[in-house]
């Protein structure tokens, strides 16, 4: 039985995408890739974040999530993640939208635009256990993919 890990999304699978890995013996966070390349703009008031696919998803076990983080390097290029981390279900894996695809969010806080090239390390995913709360009675399934649990 699998316990945690990356595949990659259908759509993506002859396009070359890296597994992330870890890259020393006590790194925390697996190293994140970009599947494609990404202009992304100076930031502007009202912009949206652009979003970086991986062409990647994630499974993990039933008291797990994992989150998105920047790298250490990310903010002296100007990349600033638009929800300051990035939290992931386990049953975001393989739903019915979107198989579960992960998407880094950023905006670019520099005044030039910055092109993200395919195959650069974008961030990484770090895994996690959670605890739930006395009481706590959640049954629902998710119907949706990304940003679908606040409709």
């Known amino acids: ?21 870890r ?3 006590y790194a925390a966070g697996y190293d994140v890739e970009a599947a494609e390349d ?3 703009s100076p930031f502007q008031l009202g912009c949206m974040p652009t ?10 076990q039933d008291n797990e999530f994992y989150i ?3 790298r250490s390097s990310g903010p002296k ?10 939290i992931i279900d ?10 579960g695809h992960i998407y880094f969010q950023y905006y670019n806080m ?15 995913v770090v895994f996690l256990n959670y605890l739930l709360c006395d009481g706590d009675s959640a049954h629902g399934i998710r119907r949706g993919g990304f940003g679908t649990t606040d409709k």
């Open 51 to 60: 979003l970086i696919p991986t062409g990647l998803k994630a499974y993990c």
């Open 90 to 99: 386990k049953d975001y894996y393989n739903n019915e939208s979107n198989e």
């Open 68 to 70: 998105l983080v920047n």
């Open 77 to 86: 290029k100007g990349l600033v993640m638009a929800n300051g981390i990035g």
């Open 23 to 25: 890259k020393t013996k």
């Open 1 to 21: 039985m699998q316990s945690r890990g990356f595949e990659v999304i259908e759509k993506y699978k002859d396009k070359g995408i890296h597994i992330p890995e």
């Open 110 to 124: 520099s005044c030039e635009p910055l092109l993200i090239h395919k195959g650069d390390v974008i961030g990484q």
């Open 38 to 40: 990404v202009l992304i």
